[in-house]
């Protein structure tokens, strides 16, 4: 808990004016939502529900998505969110999310700040409450300093996942023996959500998807032919959309407003190139490890999480554009637009 509660700054206001707003915050409840009933089930048996299907994933994206609906459907974690480290190991990134209206599927926390950064750096269970006063104001401090000159140093910041008026929040490490994979944050809106169970619950849980997420970002890449397919053919009336790579940092705009960054933005930037200039649609994963101007890590390079992170950012911000994949360590550009690329 080194640093969480330092002080290191303070503000004294004046009240001028109180006003009520009604429903900026939702009612909290008195007591812990009890967990759904489902006749005679057992958190046991709940458990041994979840790891089932964990066990039936095909790929990392199914394995995440069936995770968090699963501790939803079945223990009634409504909402959840799983980070992955960068390549850099410094940074965690949201690739999976549940329970938001927006999935903030790219959002950032750097290892060692915050609630979730603490938990990567320390690699032991956290659970709180009472923490979205500092996250709301967080918040209006940045937004605050984003229309100033100040505002120009920040770079562009996907939110991350939460709820407004969250009372009790509980993370805990993904670790495959001592090495950090990820980490699965969950939050409520009661003061009292959690307790010691839950935590050896997700603890069995985060064992059982911390193995599996270390294994399918693990396996080799294979030779398996993909299907042919030719760049497609636009009718008159087709949107064109506007790609913007900032090379100073890798990072990618379409149509004035923020996309990607990082290795995502420059596997997307490389991806669009070769469709425009050789008409090409299939590409491997292999070849991406291969390039070294992508400058990903010998080892664990964490290709098939930021790949899964650039497909799900595409589909909110750019439909048009899709990464679909085809078969195991192969996916295809599927482009419904007509694509311009610019360089800054």
Not at 27 to 42: E, I, N, T, Y
Not at 255 to 262: A, Q
Not at 269 to 296: C, I, M, Q, Y
Request: glycine share 8%; net charge negative.
């Amino acid at each position: 808990m080194s640093g969480v509660f330092k002080l290191v700054s303070a503000d004294v206001y004046e009240v001028l004016a109180v006003e009520r707003v009604e429903g900026l915050v939702g009612a909290v409840p008195d007591v812990p939502k009890p967990l759904p009933a489902k006749g005679l089930r057992s958190e046991l048996r709940a458990l041994q529900v979840v790891s089932d299907r964990l066990n039936r994933a095909g790929d990392l994206d199914e394995l995440l998505a069936c995770m968090l609906a699963a501790l939803e459907e079945e223990m009634g974690f409504e909402h959840a969110m799983v980070l992955l480290p960068d390549e850099s190991g410094t940074t965690l990134f949201t690739v999976a999310s549940r329970g938001y209206g927006e999935s903030g599927v790219g959002a950032e926390v750097a290892v060692g700040k915050g609630l979730i950064g603490l938990v990567a750096e320390e690699k032991r269970l956290l659970r709180m409450s009472a923490l979205a006063q500092d996250v709301r104001y967080g918040r209006a401090i940045r937004g605050e300093t984003e229309g100033t000159v100040l505002g120009r140093a920040l770079a562009p910041e996907i939110p991350l996942p939460g709820l407004p008026d969250a009372q009790s929040h509980l993370a805990i490490p993904l670790l495959v023996r001592d090495r950090l994979v990820g980490v699965l944050a969950v939050e409520s809106r009661s003061a009292l959500g959690f307790e010691e169970w839950h935590e050896a619950f997700l603890g069995v849980i985060g064992n059982q998807v911390a193995a599996a997420i270390d294994r399918m970002t693990s396996e080799p890449d294979v030779d398996e032919p993909a299907p042919s397919t030719t760049a497609p053919v636009f009718a008159c009336e087709i949107r064109t959309r506007t790609f913007r790579l900032y090379k100073q940092d890798d990072c990618v705009f379409v149509d004035g407003e923020y996309l990607i960054r990082n290795v995502p933005g420059k596997i997307l930037w490389k991806v669009l190139k070769s469709h425009a200039t050789e008409k090409r649609a299939d590409f491997t994963n292999r070849e991406l490890r291969l390039d070294p101007s992508l400058g990903l890590p010998a080892l664990k390079d964490n290709l098939e999480s930021r790949l899964i992170l650039l497909r799900k950012r595409l589909e909110q911000k750019c439909p048009d554009v899709r990464l679909t994949r085809t078969g195991r360590g192969h996916f295809r550009l599927e482009v419904d637009c007509r694509v311009e690329l610019v360089e800054t």
